[in-house]
């Protein structure tokens, strides 16, 4: 069974309902809807899709991905550089003059300096600053290319002040809300309170069950990661963005950090950006695409996401179908020591990693009832190399356990962890959804409170009655 998961972006390349199906049918089961090209009539159809197939397999996790706060040049006529050719961005919503580009937002240029880099179009352009002067800083062009109206602009390794939640995020929140999104991901945090802003913004609008995942893609972010992870459900490593504000050689070992300090307080982990960035064209990944994949396996992420390949390339579901591939070779090779233990304060924990352990020396599968999530994050921190089965009575627990490395959830919503019975109750559910065979051993692990871990019993499947 694999363990790493599959996130996969729906677009005008992959949202028609028999490919949804065929991505399903392929063992997908987190989808996410980009809100920066946001067409609510469509995503609500797409998410009436996404539930109707839900009910006909597990559950189903719907991600809303904000965009966020960007800076966007202004309007002028596009015109071709070269590297060494002088261009002026300048304060302003538009301009005619030749090699003049706007920029419509003053503080952009409180926080330029000369020897920065400005990077357009997320880094596809690249501009030396030689100069700055009021509202305005020349620069020389470091690689050829056109400058186009409307494209993104950043100064690589600074955050310019800007708003959280954008007004345009509130619409997206409020729709996602309203549609049922399962995640919703913050994008360019740089803060812990940026996430409690979020979850005041759900808490105020009923949703405080809609779990967010912070997209580290700032220096600010990185430097506040163990602030930001306590505050959220989950992690998203923003590969992109974080060249934008760290030189490319960095980004493995950025990669590796955010990975582990996610681990170390049980909080999935996605990684993100490129990973079969060829297939967008190409039936086939390349080999450098399939080191990186198992790479990001090997440094122990939870799941890994595909945007353009499946949201808008030719071959969606052939990028699924290799990244499977993959992703089963990497999980044969033994596992990195990580070296992540319990908080042996905490009882719970080490119940948990316990549990895991095991659960590897009697090679048997882990039955885990969890009400609110708590039990199956323990358990996916200590990364079992055998399945886990995560039975909860809450639908929206079940759909954020899909984000956890090695757990399949299952939707018992008849179940109550006060019940005499709940072993034998989350067998025959195991057994129904031909997760367990008859002759295999079975670690059972549970809580008596809400939130704790603390019943384990161990148990050979006899019957598949």
Known sequence: MQRTKIVATLGPASWSEETIKRLI???VRIFRLNFSHADYEKYKEIV???RKFETQTRPITILGDLQGPVIRLGNFNSFRVNPGDDVVFVYAKETAESKKVPVPYAPFFEIVKEGNEVLVEGGALTFRVTKVGTGEAICQAVVEGVVKPRKTVTIRGKDVPL????????KDIEFAVKAGFDVIALSFVRKPQDIQQLRDTLFDLGAEDVKIMAKIETRSAVESLESILQLSDAVLVARGDLANYYELEEIYRLQNFIIREARKQGKPSVVATQLLESMINNPIPTRSEVVDVITAVRMGADALMLAGETAAGKYPVESVVWLKKIITEAEKLPPEPLDITSDKADLYESIAEGVVLLSKIINAKIIAFS??????RRLSKFRPQNPVILITNDLK???YTNLMSGATPLYYPEIQKTDPEIFQKM???????SLVNVGELV?????RRRGSTDLVSVERVKTSE
């Open 397 to 399: 627990t079940a759909r």
């Open 48 to 50: 009436d899709t996404l």
């Open 371 to 376: 009400e609110k999530g708590n039990t199956a």
């Open 443 to 447: 670690v059972f692990t549970s809580g």
């Open 163 to 170: 708003p959280t939640i954008t007004e345009k995020d509130m």
């Open 25 to 27: 049918l392929e063992g």
């Open 427 to 433: 067998l025959a559910k195991a057994l129904e959804n």
